[in-house]
């Protein structure tokens, strides 16, 4: 008797449990499903994002291997654009501390990342004020930064981040 109320018990918590595992997995496959209509700033549908582990002692070996590899990825047929970025998108990029000595706004952090020029372009992103990062721009050029909306909001008021200081680090 005790057997069977035991089998019985057992039963009612694995019920419990796949009911709960059942809730949390088509949870999980409609935020998926909500997640990939999310717009998030750029041409999914067309981009290919590859991760080239390198092991160079020095950065300039490292510098030359990318190179080597981004000239290949740029020739191969059907690739209309190609750039190079320290990090793959969103994935352990910089964090740094940025203010705007005008601005009243508490300081906030930002994701960085070493990119080549046509990094944004090659996303599909869209410019709606300003200019992008340009082959010519330099260490000794003045200093140009891409700021989304979001940052703008944050210590500008719509339209005027352009030609404004920002204080980073």
């Not at 019985?8 to 709960?20: D, E, M, T």
């Not at 047929?77 to 910089?94: D, F, H, I, R």
Request: charged share 20%; net charge positive; hydrophobic share 45%.
């Amino acid at each position: 008797r005790s057997a069977h109320a035991l089998r019985r018990a057992l039963l009612v918590v694995q019920s419990a449990i796949f009911a709960v595992l059942l809730t949390g997995a088509s949870a999980y496959v409609l935020s998926l499903r909500r997640a990939s209509r999310v717009n998030v700033g750029f041409d999914v549908d067309s981009v290919m994002v590859a991760s080239i582990p390198i092991a160079a002692d020095d950065r300039e070996r490292a510098k030359e291997l990318m190179s080597r590899a981004y000239q290949r990825v740029a020739s191969l047929p059907g690739v209309a654009s190609a750039s190079l970025g320290y990090m793959e998108p969103w994935a352990n990029n910089t964090m740094q501390n940025i203010s705007v000595p005008s601005s009243t706004a508490n300081p906030d952090y930002v994701m960085f990342d070493e990119v080549t020029p046509e990094y944004l372009r090659t996303f599909g992103v869209k410019m709606k004020a300003g200019r992008w990062f340009e082959p010519s721009d330099n260490i000794s050029s003045p200093f140009v930064i891409v700021v989304n909306e979001a940052l703008e909001r944050t210590f500008w008021q719509p339209g005027q981040a352009i030609g404004k200081c920002i204080r980073i680090g």
